[in-house]
């Protein structure tokens, strides 16, 4: 596949080889990654609300995965896209579902999407001055993630949530800002057989330079 480059000195010796990525047919991983990134449920404790139930469950299995991140990243420079498959595995926290740590970008002013592969969830969302956006995604749904959002995936299933996500190479990611905050103003609970949105009391609402730092805007 694509065997024929030619990597000459000329103006197009630094071309970048093309990459087929494939999703395995049951979408839980992506043949062609450079990287898979494995989280812990363990390396999560300080996201969830309910720290007894958190330890119910770390305790009977103290190694369990909570998220993978099968990841294609040619390099870092700017304009170019990282992209991949988060997968992540389903199970409750006391009435918080399962969820990445999530971050913004940052360079905050950096976006994202998240096409829904495989299960039921949603991408949450922050602004800056606590405005939430909760956007639940089934097979087929894509999540646009504007700049200077933070974000994290929701799993609202029971079986794998996966999303295939595309960003600028150059977004890096600050995962701090939630805990900074006690969490996203709000938390997403299971209510009956769905979810609801409810104010997280541990919330502390960000102050007008932190607001500033977060809505900055950085050169390419
Ligand atoms: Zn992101």
Not at 64 to 91: C, F, K, M, N, Q
Not at 115 to 128: N, R
Not at 158 to 170: E, G, K
């Amino acid at each position: 596949m694509c065997s024929k480059i030619s990597y000459g000195s000329g103006p197009t010796g630094n071309l970048r080889r093309p990459a087929l990525l494939r999703m395995a047919q049951d979408a839980s991983a992506l043949t062609g990654a450079t990287a898979i990134k494995r989280t812990r449920l363990a390396d999560l404790a300080d996201v969830f609300a309910a720290s007894a139930a958190f330890a119910a469950r770390l305790a009977a299995d103290p190694d369990a995965t909570a998220y993978e991140v099968h990841e294609h990243r040619p390099d870092g420079v700017a304009g170019d896209l990282i992209s991949g498959l988060s997968v992540l595995h389903p199970g409750r926290v006391g009435a918080e579902f399962a969820m990445t740590r999530g971050h913004i970008h940052a360079r905050p002013d950096r976006p994202e999407i998240y096409a829904c592969q495989a299960g039921h969830g949603l991408i949450h969302m922050e602004a800056p001055d606590g405005t939430t956006c909760p956007l639940e995604l089934r097979p087929g749904d894509v999540a646009y993630v504007p700049p200077h959002w933070i974000h994290r995936s929701v799993n609202l299933g029971a079986a794998d949530f996966v999303t295939l996500f595309c960003y600028p190479a150059d977004a890096g990611q600050d995962y701090g800002v939630i805990a900074e905050s006690g969490g996203m103003r709000t938390l997403i609970l299971a209510d009956g057989n769905g979810w609801r949105e409810a104010p997280n009391p541990r919330y502390r609402p960000r102050d007008a330079a932190a607001q500033a730092r977060l809505m900055r805007r950085t050169a390419a």
